[in-house]
């Protein structure tokens, strides 16, 4: 038996001047990144010096290998380190045990390592060799795990942080952040990126955002979108930094919002994917929401606010942090699913539906109809860009009187009017869908032809009029609009339009210019 210095034990697996190199070598092959496995160099130790071998912890759990019968009051002074190893042979069997740091919480383990031979120096060292790098193998885990945990956490605490200032939480939001990203949210006004690749190259994607807006922007990976992740960053060279990203890599597409206050970030998020919507249509791969016309940019400024005021106003009996609540809720709701707004807030998809039920009561508002989703949406990005004095404009105005532009008419005409260069009669099949709430087979019921023609006609659209239509959100909800403006479909009866003017609505199936 031997005590703590067996004149055997070393740091290092080489063994310069060996007569034998090859199972040093095979040893450290064992500890390249592609073939790091603790149980697969137990085995391979078992396999080179014909022997059983097993790994286990302080409480005889085994780790690798094959159990093995042993001594527990060695294995006790191993593992508690009066012993470094010992050796023992009887009843035909030759026993080498070796101690084994492990990573906490265990403190220490046990190699065993039992054959029928005896153990000469090549076995020997072979042995010591194993257990030392066993150790390193270990070690390099337990630090790579800390640092899977730090990263871990890290990207939570990023998440929380644009989860609170979604719901407009902004003073939280900037306690949070104040420990780890000092002076980041030292700001009234951001801009929300995202950007987009895919699935599998979104962690090296999230990373070189980091780097590329210098570690002064929020980096989150989408909790919504595999493919996507979201930045949100006071400094206005971000946006050309995540420009050249996206240059330098290949399949990589990059959305902007205009800037907004931070308590507007669940609209600044909007924008931005509705950005992200057009620049994969660009050659250049990017697009920033304040580069396209907007409907509510042809209106008239006074009667769209004095309008949005008086339809959100049901919800001003609301506390602050309620009412900021639902709004957010309502305004990712009315862009994405509710599972995918649940994932994006940290809520229930439960949740979500319920505070949305909520607003369409306050609103006596159906978000079934296509038609009154636009106009919400209309007024909740209207809201997102009032101050705090929401008293409406002298004089009362309806969607309707909102509507009749000759800006706005000239837009919305010469959108749809793209849609005229297709045979397929795109027009006519878009219009149906829109009046069937964005339902298929109740379109292709109306219009007598197959569901899966109107699903193809309505994506055809999509990139005629570079818009996502397919998904609920800013780009179907300007085409509805474009709808409601041109006459093709008459504006949804609400509560904000005290004398609403309700046309009749055309038949889907007819064409009006």
């Known amino acids: 038996m031997t005590g703590l210095d067996d004149g055997h034990r070393h740091t290092g697996v080489t063994v310069p001047g060996h007569a034998d190199p090859t199972w040093a070598q095979e040893l450290l092959d064992h500890l390249r990144p592609a073939g790091r496995d603790v149980a697969r160099i137990v085995d391979w130790l078992g396999t080179t010096v014909d022997a059983a071998v097993s790994l286990r912890d302080e ?53 065993a390592v039992a054959r029928t031979e005896s153990f000469d120096r090549r076995a ?17 885990q337990r630090t790579t795990a800390t640092g899977h945990r730090l990263a871990r956490a890290t990207s939570d605490l990023r998440l929380a942080i644009l989860q609170l200032l979604m719901v407009e939480d902004t003073s939280a939001a900037r306690r949070v952040a104040a420990g780890l990203w000092p002076g980041l949210l030292d700001t009234d006004t951001a801009c929300v990126y995202v950007v987009e690749s895919s699935p599998a190259d979104r962690d090296r994607l999230a990373e070189a955002c980091i780097e590329a807006t210098r570690e002064q922007s ?79 940019r042809l209106m008239d400024p006074a009667a769209l606010r004095a309008w949005t005021t008086r339809l959100l106003g049901p919800l001003d009996t609301l506390a602050h942090h309620t009412r900021a609540e639902l709004l957010a809720t309502t305004r990712l709701g009315l862009e994405f699913t509710a599972v995918s707004a649940a994932k ?64 706005l008419r000239t837009w919305a005409h010469g959108l749809l009017a793209r849609l005229d260069a297709d045979g397929r009669d795109l027009r006519t099949t878009l219009r149906a869908w829109i009046a069937a709430g964005g339902n298929a087979e109740r379109a292709a019921q109306f219009l007598g032809v197959h569901a899966q023609t109107v699903r193809e006609h309505v994506r055809g659209a999509e990139p005629v009029l570079e818009r996502r239509l397919l998904a609920a959100g800013s780009d179907l909800y300007e085409v509805v609009l474009a709808h409601l403006v041109t006459g093709a479909l008459s504006p949804p009866g609400l509560h904000a339009d005290p004398r609403p003017s309700r046309r009749p609505s055309p038949r889907p199936g007819r064409h009006q210019a």
Not at 80 to 93: I, K, N, Q, V
Not at 369 to 381: F, I, Y
């Open 59 to 111: 409480n005889g759990t085994l780790l690798a290998g094959a159990p093995t019968p042993l001594d527990e009051t060695l294995v006790t002074d191993i593992v508690t380190g009066r012993l470094a190893s010992a050796s023992w042979e009887g009843d035909g069997r030759h026993l080498r045990m070796i101690r084994v740091e492990l990573p906490p919480p265990a403190a220490a383990g046990v190699l």
């Open 124 to 140: 020997a060292d072979i042995v010591t060799h194993t257990a030392a790098a066993l150790e390193l193998l270990l070690r390099a």
């Open 218 to 296: 929020l980096v989150v990976r989408c909790p919504a979108v595999d493919a996507h992740v979201i930045v949100l960053t006071p400094r206005d060279a971000a946006g050309a930094d995540l420009r050249a990203l996206c240059h330098r890599r290949r399949d990589t597409f990059l959305g902007g919002s205009a800037r907004q206050s931070l308590a507007h970030t669940a609209a600044a998020y909007g924008q931005a994917v509705s950005a992200l919507a057009v620049a994969r249509f660009r050659p250049d791969k990017t697009a920033v929401y304040a580069e396209r016309t907007h409907p509510e």
């Open 344 to 407: 994006v807030l940290g809520v229930s998809r439960n949740t979500v539906r319920a505070r949305m039920e909520r607003v369409e009561n306050l609103l006596g508002a159906d978000f079934s109809d296509l038609a009154v989703r636009a106009a919400v949406h209309l007024a909740l990005n209207t809201e997102a860009c009032l101050t705090e004095d929401r008293h409406p404009a002298a004089g009362p105005a309806r969607l309707a009187d909102l509507l009749t532009g000759p800006a």
